[in-house]
């Protein structure tokens, strides 16, 4: 069974700095999606970026960026110029695809706390 | 466009009663998912439903625990008897297609069962 591992449960970071958040997983597929989610204390799960198994080039999304090495089953998270508002919950999240149902659904890390001081 | 939504926000129930989630998926959207969260926990698979149908329900507890997705109206995640160990967010996500590979994810409902 695929498992998602985020060893860090909280992590802080001076504003305007540079934090990186880890994230590994346990998979025998090739073909999968890895994804990073924030949930702030609205609890409302909102998309920070994606990335495509079968894509060498790491995915990034203005001040986030990944750090995918597939071999390695390891998917960090680096959030530049760190702001106040991104101080949340960081989960990172796998998309299965058991092939006897086809199925998509996620598999989720415990998550990691991100603190931004000001 | 409106998300997905999911009421109610905050359910409280006691011991032994019923509790009844709601989501309505995006516009468009026909696949839906259901997960629960923990304190201090990721998010669980629990079941994945297109209208009329239950795809994956390995992710469900045997008992107590039951999912629909009728052809018309919201996705109902039901809950029997409730017990402590229930309380928990309780989050819908939809996509729009079998093979899509973003979920838009719903509010959530905090169950809490006293």
């Known amino acids: 069974a695929q498992t998602v591992t985020q060893s860090q449960p909280e992590m802080s970071v001076q504003e305007a700095e540079t934090v990186t958040l880890s994230c590994t997983y346990d998979?025998?597929?090739?073909?999968?999606?890895l994804f990073w989610y924030k949930q702030p204390p609205s609890r409302q799960m909102i998309l920070v970026i994606r990335?495509?198994?079968?894509?060498?080039q790491n995915a990034t999304e203005n001040r986030f960026s990944v750090n995918f090495q597939k071999a390695a089953k390891s998917f960090s998270l680096k959030i530049s110029d760190s702001q106040l508002g991104d101080a949340a919950m960081y989960f990172c999240a796998y998309r299965s695809r058991p092939r006897d149902t086809g199925t998509y659904k996620y598999i989720f890390g415990t998550g990691t706390r991100l603190k931004v001081l000001a | 466009n409106a998300g997905v939504m999911q009421n109610p926000r905050h359910l409280v129930r006691r011991r032994g009663q019923e509790a009844r989630l709601r989501c309505s998926p995006m516009?468009?959207?026909?696949?839906v998912y259901w997960y629960r969260q923990l304190p201090e926990e990721g998010l669980k698979f629990m079941v994945y439903l297109q209208k009329e149908n239950i795809i994956d329900e390995s992710g469900m507890p045997k008992e107590r625990f039951s999912a629909e997705f009728p052809k018309e109206g919201p996705s109902i995640l039901r809950i029997q008897q409730v017990v402590r160990g229930d309380s928990a967010a309780y989050f819908c996500a939809s996509s729009p297609a079998f093979g899509a590979y973003e979920q838009y994810f719903g509010p959530g409902t905090r169950l809490t069962v006293t």
């Open positions: 516009k468009g959207h026909s696949h």
């Open positions: 998979t025998s597929e090739s073909d999968y999606y």
């Open positions: 990335q495509e198994a079968y894509k060498q």
